[in-house]
Nanobody
């Protein structure tokens, strides 16, 4: 069974940047669309970005478009989320997931496997 582990979260000031990583073990990611979601306290888990199995297509939530970039390295079994111009409202636990749903895989129910999450806190 595939296991996902996110890393790279932390505390950053507004306007700063972070790069999240998602590492997979126990299986390959190369055949799957992948996505990043986030969950703030008291809120539902929401879609952030997705990337197609080849990396040729990406899709973003309007709230992060132009600031975040999702990428992948299938040879390394890794997915990344570069986050720039961070805002306090980006504060959340960020999760990566494997989608077995149809592109652009923006629904939580599209995803079968999740990591444990990494905390991102943006101070004002």
């Amino acid at each position: 069974q595939v296991q996902l582990v996110e890393s790279g979260g932390g505390l950053v000031q507004a306007g700063g940047s972070l790069r999240l990583s998602c590492a997979a073990s126990g299986g390959t990611l190369k055949n799957y669309n992948m996505g990043w979601f986030r969950q703030a306290p008291g809120k539902e888990r929401e879609f952030v970005a997705s990337i197609s199995w080849s990396g040729g297509s990406t899709f973003y939530a309007d709230s992060v478009k132009g600031r975040f970039t999702i990428s992948r390295d299938n040879a390394k079994n890794m997915v990344y989320l570069q986050m720039n111009s961070l805002k306090p409202e980006d504060t959340a636990v960020y999760y990566c997931g494997i989608s077995q749903g149809y592109w652009p895989s923006i629904r939580r129910n599209d995803y079968d496997y999740w990591g444990q999450g990494t905390q991102v806190t943006v101070s004002s």
